[in-house]
Every structure is written in structure tokens, then in C-alpha cells.
């Protein structure tokens, strides 16, 4: 009998280790968190429909994205192609040609990066960029997180959600 429980225990500890090392990548939901996000999940229009804080005071960041405040990017759109070619369109009506694509790797995880083009750019020449961890995505909503480093050791996250529109 006791031979029987030390064995279960056991099972149970090493079943509890392969359970606890396994990367999860989709909830029953069909949630995709941020463990290899494939480009096709951001194929379309997206709108962007709150801008949150997380570990950071509203107001405390003045500029997004080298453009606006965080909130005039509320209710903006964005449509993404296949190709990583994409356009975001603020309410004011300004827009802003990308080139996007998912980053899938390194010690920051999976992350949703872009480069600004302006009339004559091409993609590989650009150098700067952004780059947002990915909350969660799935084909009605994503969440990306735009780090903003706090004091020396810090972190927060300016967080914006968005539905998908098409």
C-alpha cells in the first residue's frame, strides 16, 4: 500500500512539472496569448476603442507613436494586409502609413511591431519602429501594451484595446 501512494505521488509530481513548463496558446475561448502569434490574426480593420493604463497615471504620457496623446488615438483605424502593409487613420483624419509584422522571439516574447513610411520610403530602409507586447488576440479583439520604462528599474504599460471591424 505504501509502495502504491509513493508511486502516485510520484506520477503526480512529475505530470505537475510537465503541466507547469508547457506554454499555453489558446484558451477554450480561442484566445490567442502571446506565445507565437501568427500575422494572419491582425489581417484587417481594427478599430481602436479604449486606451488604458497600467502602472502609469492617465495623462502621464504626452505622445504616442512620435504623433498625438494616447487618448487622440481612440477610435482610430487600422487595416492591416497580409502582406504588412497596413494604415492607421486617426478621428482628426490624419493617417499614417505602416509596415507591421509580429516579432516572435527574444527575452520581450511575442510583440506587434511597425515603422512609419512616408512618401518614398521602402520598408528595409526604415530603421526606427514600435514595438507592443501583445495582450491577447483573437478574431474580435486584441490588446497590445506599449512598455514605458519608469525610473530606473520600472515599468508600465499604456494598454490599447481594439475590435476588429472586417
Known sequence: MKK????????????????????????NAGTTTSANVSRGKFTGTW???NVSYD???????????DQASPKDFVGS??????????????????????FWSVFNGGSTGT??????????????NVAEGYRLDIGNIDNA???LRSPVPIGN???GYIVYSFTKAQ
Open 77 to 98: 483605424t487600422w487595416k492591416f494586409t497580409n502582406s504588412g502593409n497596413g494604415i492607421y487613420t486617426l478621428q482628426s483624419g490624419a493617417s499614417q502609413p505602416i
Open 4 to 27: 502504491i501512494f509513493q508511486t502516485t505521488i510520484a506520477i503526480l509530481a512529475v505530470a505537475f512539472i510537465f503541466s507547469a513548463c508547457s506554454t499555453p496558446k489558446q484558451t
Open 55 to 65: 502602472g502609469l497615471l492617465p495623462g502621464a504620457v504626452q505622445n504616442v507613436f
Open 111 to 124: 510583440q506587434f511591431q511597425f515603422k512609419k513610411l512616408y512618401q518614398g520610403d521602402k520598408a528595409k
Open 141 to 143: 479583439n486584441m490588446t
Open 47 to 49: 478599430t481602436l476603442t
Open 153 to 155: 528599474s520600472g515599468k
